[in-house]
């Protein structure tokens, strides 16, 4: 199985910034494409980004300009640097990897939350 680990949650102003890195273990990550998504109390699990695994990325247009997901293979890692950030990015942020041809393993999740 893959362990997903994710960490640097924490409480922030409107208009600051945070990042977020995920470690996967039990997995080629170099073949893993790597994703962020969040889930605020009451509302639907959203997609924030995706990298895949040759560095292509892809954004929510919620957080288009204002996030960036890299990744680092030698560190077995990958990072959600969040800027400008508004109180409606407030939830939980999990990290998912997916192992070439295989499915989605969760993080437990860190919670962002950004005050007014």
């Known amino acids: 199985q893959v362990h997903v680990v994710e960490s640097g949650g924490g409480l922030v102003q409107a208009g600051g910034s945070l990042r977020l890195s995920c470690a996967a273990s039990?997995?080629?990550?170099?073949?893993?494409?790597m994703g962020w998504y969040r889930q605020a109390p009451g509302k639907q699990r959203e997609l924030v980004a995706l990298i895949t695994r040759g560095g292509s990325t892809s954004y929510a247009i919620s957080v288009k300009g204002r996030f960036t997901i890299s990744r680092d293979n030698a560190k077995n890692t990958v990072s959600l640097q969040m800027n400008s950030l508004k109180p409606e990015d407030t939830a939980v942020y999990y990290c998912?990897?997916?192992?070439?041809?295989?499915?989605?393993?969760w993080g437990q999740g860190t919670q962002v939350s950004v005050s007014s």
């Open positions: 998912t990897a997916r192992p070439y041809g295989g499915p989605d393993y």
């Open positions: 039990g997995s080629t990550f170099s073949e893993d494409t």
